[in-house]
């Protein structure tokens, strides 16, 4: 899914993206976060924890919750629930309530109202008229092998002149020209990507459904998100939604990448098994457990405690520094 080849940087980044003036589309609502990212400033704090309706909580998913909820509360910020749900092909009925439901069951309370991004097309749309407005995107008549068949590297410009072939075309971003891209993250620590590797990336695909990366761009800054805090598996996305907030003038997060939830033996989680249900009544002892995977295991006299104490133990102790540069967890086989 993702072209860009990442490599974690040998050197402290002197390039270290700054946050691009904020409002200078509308997109945001609030100041941007300090340029440092190991800065936090405890009276502007907002995160967010964005599900994809499109299948029910599994332990990786809850790892990530938990994660993004008690990073939150520990800096006394608010945390949002934002649905994912804008590829419709892919919603589960249901599945948005039920995912809802399990965050209450764990005592993973949200502020304010949960935010649903198929009623947000509209901004989408305005933000995509914005950079095709300013020449920064191209149709791309592309097949998705076509396009993805390139080794390493990202998508190689074919259509930078303009769709090669007759038919329906995606919209793509056209990659400044310019240095690798580096990020700190509060969690793994110096994030580069070589440009080349990014690749043009699509913003509107094949179907019209505006694309992932986009939308959270757009989400993030007009929600004021100034801590993202989600898993690993979104930290090559990193790169090409710092990229886009540039271009749109919204400032840039502070992110943390926390470690993916892998197989006690093997590698990554099979579709199968990521995709086990986190069984709601016995929401505390899968709590302890995500809070393990999490580095803070609760101390034994919290072994009999409800989710609400075991979350408010965990974000009084918090720290991020105990998964600094950790990857990957293991849950006990
Ligand atoms: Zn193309």
């Given at each position: 899914?993702?072209?860009?080849?990442?490599?974690?940087?040998?050197?402290?980044?002197?390039g270290r993206p700054r946050p691009a003036a904020a409002g200078a589309t509308g997109l945001t609502e609030q100041p941007g976060p300090a340029t440092d990212p190991h800065v936090q400033d405890p009276r502007i704090y907002v995160g967010r924890f964005a599900p994809s309706p499109t299948g029910p909580l599994h332990?990786?998913?809850?790892?990530?919750a938990v994660g993004s909820f008690v990073d939150a509360r520990h800096h006394g910020g608010k945390w949002l629930v934002r649905i994912e749900d804008l590829d419709t092909t892919r919603v589960v009925p249901g599945c948005s309530d039920s995912i809802l439901r399990t965050l209450e069951?764990?005592?993973?309370?949200?502020?304010?109202?949960?935010?649903?991004?198929?009623?947000?097309?509209?901004?989408?749309t305005?933000?995509?008229?914005?950079l095709q407005s300013r020449g920064l995107t191209f149709e791309c008549s592309c097949s998705r092998r076509e396009?993805?068949?390139?080794?390493?590297t990202g998508y190689p410009g074919t259509c930078r002149g303009g769709p090669t072939q007759p038919g329906p075309t995606a919209t793509r971003f056209r990659i400044p020209d310019v240095a690798d891209m580096r990020f700190e993250d509060l969690v793994q620590g110096p994030c580069e990507f070589e440009s080349r590797s990014l690749g043009d990336f699509i913003i509107r695909r094949r179907d019209r459904v505006l694309a992932y990366q986009l939308a959270v761009v757009v989400d993030d800054a007009r929600q004021g998100i100034t801590d993202v805090i989600r898993g690993a598996d979104l930290l090559a996305s990193t790169a090409w939604q710092i990229v886009l907030q540039r271009a749109l003038g919204c400032a840039t997060p502070r992110y943390g990448h926390l470690p993916l939830v892998v197989e006690?033996?093997?590698?990554?989680?099979?579709?199968?098994?990521?995709?086990?249900?986190?069984?709601?009544?016995?929401?505390?002892?899968?709590l302890i457990a995500a809070l393990q995977l999490l580095q803070h295991a609760p101390p034994?006299?919290?072994?009999?405690?409800s989710p609400s104490e075991l979350l408010a133990w965990a974000a009084n102790v918090w720290s991020l520094h105990r998964l600094h540069g950790l990857r990957e967890v293991r849950p006990p086989s």
């Open positions: 899914m993702i072209g860009g080849s990442l490599r974690r940087a040998d050197r402290s980044p002197e332990l990786g998913s809850l790892v990530a069951n764990f005592g993973l309370w949200w502020d304010g109202a949960v935010e649903y991004q198929s009623r947000q097309t509209e901004r989408y305005h933000a995509l008229e914005s396009a993805s068949n390139t080794g390493d006690p033996q093997r590698g990554k989680l099979s579709k199968s098994r990521r995709a086990v249900a986190v069984d709601t009544r016995g929401a505390a002892p899968q034994g006299e919290l072994e009999r405690a």
